[in-house]
């Protein structure tokens, strides 16, 4: 592997792994308001991309398509909250967990019947030509998706350390007992955790269709990929979720040009198996403590 | 005391042998092909549900992966047989043990963690073994699949799908001698400590339950229910492809016990039977039943966290009034025996 | 020899230090209590003893054998029973069959012989539902057998934690405020059980707030502060200790 090339695979893989943040970052806002780890995660990404095509092919232009399918989608978080987690706060993990999968099993069929069976595209939001940089090309949609990840990541950072609302999401994420004396309603933070993690997953949907295409089984495997980097990075930790997502398409990008393509997807679940049997905590996080 | 437990014993039999006799019986009936093929699948698929209910029902533990375990069952048998040469029924035999193996490995890590670490640990695992069966080219055709896959014979009889009744009656045996034994389970030692490791696993292991023990072995027996399913299957339509063990079937195996009801054999049997044969009945609408299923599970861990078999027993209490929820003993009704005699008679 | 010996030990969760060089000792066929203000570490030590945690420093020696590094289960195989506070019975389940999981280890049927229900896991269930109900009838409660435990009130429920953690045969039996929220006929029932207990054989050490329970029943108290051990000593010494009545300064002793 020349240097040259080396060069490609981090550039595609930070593209990637990009994604991967943003869908780290999602299950991270959720798990670390509900405990909640939110299978139907990758629906959200695959929701916002679909609606995006949609609302363009409607005619609108891309920046409006893009809001739009973040919104539609966040909306669609929200519901989600409302009907089907709120009822089971308090419930076991189990049926926790299961719900968020009857989700995720609902929207992804719920797309297919939708949108049809293939994958549908997106223009590129500033076309094709690629650009050279230190010897690698980049299509300028891999610097759209690197920019506005960056921007969402420190627009969430700014939310949650400067707003009220944002801070409310904190102080119940450490000690919701005392959060709830100081007159912070749970229910709403936890609406706020869903709207914000709807969002930006759909966000990172719309990214990636132009270059990947989108499909109503794609957010399946980008959720997974998604989990994997949070559990890598530590789940719980936002900043361990967005460089586990970076890690994760490195590697993965890596794995490709060493091993071979066809293993590109085993990557996430090696590293995801080899984190939780030897570090469940993962690299950021700290030991998850079992009370008696 | 005592007369009542045998009541309760007879009655789970008589539920058991009801449902053998229909079972085992259904070919006299039923002359279409067809149809007794859909029941030949829909034995393999409740012997898997039978060992998540064990699982996920009796251990409060889950597993997204479980067609990963079908998948050894199913590609253990397929090459061992085309490959190899080896005889159906010692194939099958291996696979198990490859699946047994596969558990232990999987098992012994995550089971120490929470419910959530254990579902994504499952799900990776469905996921690379999902992968490596497309990837490994040489040993398993990749997504052409393996065909030519011998069929399970004892001495001249053969079960093909040329002889259905044959092969009804041999994995309808087997899927009843699997619920039997998990009926079985559920009022003996290690069911009854698996029960309480579900509801308190710090108050179980202070009983002096070895949990970690006890989780590990439920899930190699859950694999090794699958593992069987998938050899059935296999040898059964005799030709297998990667696109059968998706994550998508192990989420549909999930759905399925859960629909049925968690925590008790006659609802997985129920959910099982609801999640094979409903989308045979509604072909013409078959793109919405995945939708119907996710939305039914939400829907249920709602409403009715105990599933479909749940619903005589709620019936009931609406009929006996608010004052039936405060007599002694009313509670105690609502145990696996009774539930599971309910549920026979639906 | 003490049949359980508590040796330095200490706790520490990141930086609290909930336990600090404890040390006290159990003789066979006391009932000992565990006495303190709220967040001295009672609980924390209950913990310690029944290998839920293991301390920070120090050792636990029960019967000549090392507790810590133990697990818990394997602490009660070797003769640790306990009840926990916030009650941890299996609500959905039989009163019965609450106790039957406590005979959990004193049983051996394996998988194999429940799937198949030979002869002898049958006779060995026989055997476990008679002692299960032994343990129900050591506390008084055999007539709820039958019951859903989560229907009990409160001080059966307490009692049916004892029946289960006696059905595991302990040497010791650690009772965490087994008569909290109890009235006073309930809390003289416990206090009747609890002296039989005794009585069988079996040493109590006990965690409680109810100082007219803990006086009456004792025969030593350890008195916890902060973490420390303040006091030990017979009930009348320990009621007039000067250092114990002001960690509770304001509470009656």
């Not at chain 1, 500033?126 to 650009?131: D, H, K, M, N, Q």
């Not at chain 3, 307490?158 to 008569?179: G, N, Q, S, Y």
């Not at chain 3, 609890?194 to 100082?211: A, F, K, P, S």
Request: glycine share 12%; with cysteine; charged share 15%.
């Amino acid at each position: 592997m020349s240097f040259d090339q080396f060069l490609q695979y981090i550039v595609s893989g930070i593209t990637n792994g990009s994604i991967y943040a943003l869908t780290a970052l999602g299950f991270t806002l959720i798990y670390n308001a509900t405990d909640i780890i939110n299978f139907a995660q990758g629906e959200f990404v695959m929701l916002g991309g679909l609606t995006a095509v949609s609302l363009h092919r409607l005619g609108l232009p891309l920046p409006v398509a893009f809001c739009g399918a973040v919104l539609i989608v966040m909306l669609v978080g929200i519901i989600f909250e409302l009907l089907a987690i709120r009822p089971l706060l308090k419930a076991s993990v189990l049926a926790q967990i299961i719900v968020t999968i009857g989700a995720s099993l609902a929207f992804r069929t719920f797309a297919m019947i939708f949108w049809g069976r293939d994958s549908l595209p997106l223009p590129a939001f500033s076309g094709e030509t690629p650009i050279k940089i230190f010897g690698a090309r980049m299509t300028p949609q891999s610097l759209w998706v690197m920019g506005l990840t960056l921007v969402i990541v420190v627009a969430l950072q700014l939310f949650y350390r400067r707003t009220l609302a944002g801070k409310a999401v904190r102080a119940c994420s450490v000690n919701p007992e005392a959060a709830r004396l100081m007159g912070i309603s749970y229910s709403r933070v936890v609406l706020i955790s869903f709207a914000v993690s709807a969002a930006i997953s759909a966000a990172g949907g719309v990214l990636i269709t132009p270059s990947s295409f989108m499909g109503y089984g794609s957010g399946a495997m980008i959720g997974l990929k998604g989990f994997a980097a949070a559990i890598l990075g530590g789940l719980g930790s936002p900043i361990g979720a967005v460089l586990g997502g970076l890690a994760l398409g490195v590697l993965e990008s890596l794995a490709v040009g060493v091993v071979s393509a066809g293993y590109k997807d085993a990557v996430a679940f090696l590293i995801l198996l080899a984190v939780l049997f030897v570090r469940p905590q993962g690299l950021m996080g700290q030991r998850p403590v079992e009370k008696v | 005391m005592n007369g009542g437990r045998l009541l309760t014993f007879a009655r789970r039999h008589s539920a058991f042998a009801m449902f053998a006799v229909v079972a085992l019986g259904a070919p006299i009936f039923l002359n279409n092909a067809y149809y007794l093929s859909v029941l030949a699948f829909t034995a393999t698929r409740l012997m898997i549900s039978l060992g998540l209910n064990l699982l996920m029902g009796q251990a409060g533990q889950i597993s997204l992966g479980h067609a990963a375990f079908v998948g050894i069952g199913a590609y253990g048998s397929a090459i061992m047989t085309t490959r190899w040469h080896m005889d159906p029924w010692l194939a099958m035999a291996l696979a198990a043990c490859i699946a047994a193996f596969a558990a232990v490995i999987i098992g012994i890590p995550t089971l120490k963690l929470k419910g959530h670490y254990l579902a994504l640990a499952t799900l990776g695992v469905g996921e690379i073994v999902f992968i490596l069966l497309v990837q490994t080219k040489s040993l398993t055709n990749g997504t052409d699949g393996l065909t030519g896959i011998p069929a399970l014979a004892v001495g001249g009889l053969r079960f093909t799908q040329y002889n259905p009744r044959a092969f009804h009656l041999l994995v309808w045996g087997v899927a009843l001698v699997m619920l039997l034994i998990s009926l079985n389970l559920s009022d003996s030692r290690v069911g009854r400590s698996l029960k309480g490791l579900h509801r308190s696993e710090v108050a179980a292991r202070s009983l002096g339950v070895d949990t970690a023990f006890h989780k590990v072995q439920i899930f190699v027996v859950s694999a090794v229910f699958a593992s069987i399913a998938g050899s059935f299957y296999a040898y059964y339509v005799q030709y297998i492809s990667p696109d059968s063990f998706t994550l998508t079937f192990s989420v549909l195996l999930v759905t399925g016990v859960v629909i049925g009801g968690l925590g008790s054999v006659w609802g997985a049997v129920w959910g099982t039977l609801l999640v094979a044969l409903l989308p045979e009945y509604l072909r013409q609408y078959d793109d919405y039943t995945n939708l119907v299923f996710g939305i039914l599970v939400i829907v249920i861990m709602i409403f009715l966290p105990t599933g479909m078999i749940g619903v005589p027993a709620l019936l009931g209490k609406w009929r006996r009034g608010i004052r039936g929820g405060g007599r002694p003993g009313s509670g105690a009704a609502m145990t696996e025996g009774t539930g599971a005699a309910d549920g026979g008679t639906v | 020899m003490p049949i359980l010996r508590v040796e330095s030990v200490s706790k520490r969760f990141g930086g609290l230090e909930a336990l600090r060089d404890v040390t006290f000792s159990l003789y066979e066929g006391q009932i000992k209590a565990l006495i303190g203000p709220n967040g001295a570490g009672k609980t924390t030590l209950f913990n310690l003893v029944s290998a839920i945690e293991a301390p920070t420093e120090g050792s636990i020696v029960f019967a000549g054998k090392e507790i810590t590094g133990m697990t818990s289960d394997r602490a009660c195989r070797v003769g640790i029973g306990r009840t926990f506070q916030h009650s941890k019975l299996f609500d959905d389940m039989s009163v019965l069959d609450n106790v039957k999981v406590g005979r959990h280890a004193k049983s051996n049927a394996g998988l194999l012989a429940a799937f198949f229900t030979t002869p002898r896991h049958r006779r060995e269930e026989q055997a476990i539902t008679e002692a299960s109900i032994r343990a129900l009838r050591r506390v008084g409660i055999e007539e709820h057998a039958a019951a859903q435990a989560g229907s009990l009130p409160l001080g059966e429920r307490h009692l049916l934690e004892i029946a289960r953690a006696l059905a595991t045969e302990p040497r010791v039996l650690l009772l965490d405020e087994p008569a909290a929220g109890l009235n006073n006929e309930e809390t003289d029932r416990l206090a009747d059980s609890v002296r039989r207990i005794r009585d069988e054989g079996i040493t109590v050490l006990l965690v409680e707030h109810d100082m007219g329970f803990v006086m009456n029943i004792s025969d030593e108290v350890v008195v916890l502060d902060y973490g420390r051990k303040i006091a030990e000593g017979p009930p009348l010494m320990i009621q007039n200790d000067e250092e114990v009545i002001r960690a509770y300064l304001g509470a009656d002793l």
